[in-house]
């Protein structure tokens, strides 16, 4: 069992310029959501998808847009980087009804936009 | 909607001394409460968790919280730090009966242990 991994683990981009992040996960979970982590504002919700096919803005969702591909990869395409979108982004998966529904986290991605 | 406040963002400590991480939240429905562990460089970790039953969990590496529902408040706690404890903590809460099961996260106590 993998769990949930990103890719890449790093990235640093030019402002305007476009990526995808990568996330997968091997655990049959329901639910996917993409986070990002800044120092002194803990985790914000950018989206969230509750299952395939299906994807909802979180607290911070603008710059942003996902796919959820199939059950097990859900991704975070930066249309045209910003510098505010200098951050840690996280991927993470669960269960969302039952008491299993626990988060699962992937390693992150570092991303820097000059 | 329910928030969480996690009043300290920073907590230093000696080598085994004991410690306490504050978490507070409000919700006005029955809760799930969490807390998780981010080692430097890596993604969140779950350390324990509170459903139902014993207000008192535990997690296999020393660490207990204890549910008040009256304080509203799941402050974690280890009787005996030690450096390879250095983390961030976070608590998180999400509703236990219908709504919304999107957690909400405090901002997170930065545990850091001196020798």
């Known amino acids: 069992n993998a769990g949930v991994t990103q890719t890449p683990k790093f990235q640093v981009l030019k402002t305007g310029q476009s990526m995808t992040l990568q996330c997968a996960q091997d655990?049959?979970?329901?639910?996917m959501y993409w986070y990002r982590q800044d120092p002194g504002m803990g985790l914000r919700l950018i989206y969230y998808?509750?299952?395939?096919?299906?994807?909802d803005k979180g607290e911070v969702p603008n710059g942003y847009n996902v796919s959820r591909l199939n059950k097990r990869e859900f991704s975070l395409r930066l249309e045209s980087a910003a510098p505010s979108q200098t951050s840690v982004y996280f991927c993470?998966?669960?269960?969302?009804?039952?008491?299993?529904?626990?988060?699962?986290f992937g390693p992150g991605t570092r991303l820097t936009v000059l | 909607a329910q928030s969480v406040t996690q009043l300290d963002s920073q907590v230093p400590v000696f080598e085994e001394a004991p410690v306490e991480l504050r978490c507070n939240y409000s919700?006005?429905?029955?809760?799930?409460l969490f807390w998780y562990v981010q080692y430097p460089n890596q993604g969140l970790q779950l350390l324990l968790k509170?459903?139902?039953?014993?207000?008192l969990v535990e997690s296999i590496n020393g660490f207990e919280a204890e549910f008040n529902k009256s304080q509203t408040s799941f402050h974690l706690r280890k009787p005996s730090v030690h450096i390879s404890d250095t983390a961030e903590y976070f608590c998180?809460?999400?509703?236990?009966?219908?709504?919304?099961?999107?957690?909400?996260f405090g901002r997170g106590t930065s545990l850091i242990v001196h020798p």
């Open positions: 993470a998966s669960s269960y969302n009804r039952g008491r299993h529904n626990e988060q699962f």
């Open positions: 655990m049959n979970h329901n639910s």
């Open positions: 998808s509750a299952s395939e096919g299906t994807t």
């Open positions: 919700s006005s429905v029955s809760v799930y």
């Open positions: 509170y459903l139902s039953g014993s207000t």
């Open positions: 998180a809460v999400r509703t236990s009966s219908g709504g919304s099961y999107i957690p909400t």
